[in-house]
Structure formats: C-alpha cells, structure tokens
Nanobody
Framework: QLQLVESGGGLVQPGGSLRLSCSAP??????VGWFRQAPGKEREGISC????????YYADSVKGRFTISRDTANSMVYLQMNSLNVEDTGIYYC?????????????????????WGQGTQVTVSS
C-alpha cells in the first residue's frame, strides 16, 4: 500500500510558477504521474514518468511549461509548473501505478486502479 501526500498548491498570478511535491514512500518500482481536475472538466493526466525515470509523457496543454521529476532517495515526486495560465486551475493529484505503458497511463488510467493522493488545489488568477 502506498500513501501519497501532495503539497505545494496555492494561488498564483498568470505567468507565475509553482512546484508541487508528492511524498510517496515505497514508490520506487511504480510509474508516477500527475492528474488534474479542472472545474467542470474531466480529470486528465498531464504528466507521467516511468519507474526508472527514462520515459516521460506530457499532455499537449502543459508541454514545454511543466516538468515532472522523481527523487528516489527521498521518495518524492515533483511537478514544476511555469508560465501558469488560468486554464491550469484545478485540483492536482499525484498517482502511482505498476505499469510500463506511460502514455496509456496518462491517457486512460482509471481512478479505480493504482494509488491516488488526496489532491492539492492550484488556482491561477489575477
């Protein structure tokens, strides 16, 4: 059983940056990712990374602005978010699952599988 705990959300102005953190003890052999639930929209996978860190997927909406990383020694997963805009507003969830298909993980992972954190709110507003 993994327990994922996100932190780092908050209110930021358009163009600003935030770094989300996820404490994930025992995640070393799991692929990890970040999903977003925007108001009135379905939850979407925005970035996923393989267990070894050598394969990464980004949704088109965040490519070039967001960076996912993992610190195995400290059991942490991060999402660096730059050039934020109002469309990035939402609840961000850290996830972990045993899979080798990273793109499929981000595109179609069900909430019924894997491990999910409780979410952290990100609000981009002036």
């Amino acid at each position: 059983q993994l327990q994922l705990v996100e932190s780092g959300g908050g209110l930021v102005q358009p163009g600003g940056s935030l770094r989300l953190s996820c404490s994930a003890p025992g995640f070393h052999y799991y692929a990890v990712g970040w999903f977003r639930q925007a108001p009135g929209k379905e939850r979407e996978g925005i970035s996923c990374m393989s267990s070894t860190g050598d394969e990464v997927y980004y949704a088109d909406s965040v490519k070039g602005r967001f960076t996912i990383s993992r610190d195995t020694a400290n059991s942490m997963v991060y999402l660096q978010m730059n050039s934020l805009n109002v469309e990035d507003t939402g609840i961000y969830y850290c996830v972990a699952v045993s899979t080798s298909t990273i793109r499929a993980m981000c595109l179609s992972m069900s909430e019924a599988v894997g491990y999910w954190g409780q979410g952290t709110q990100v609000t981009v507003s002036s």
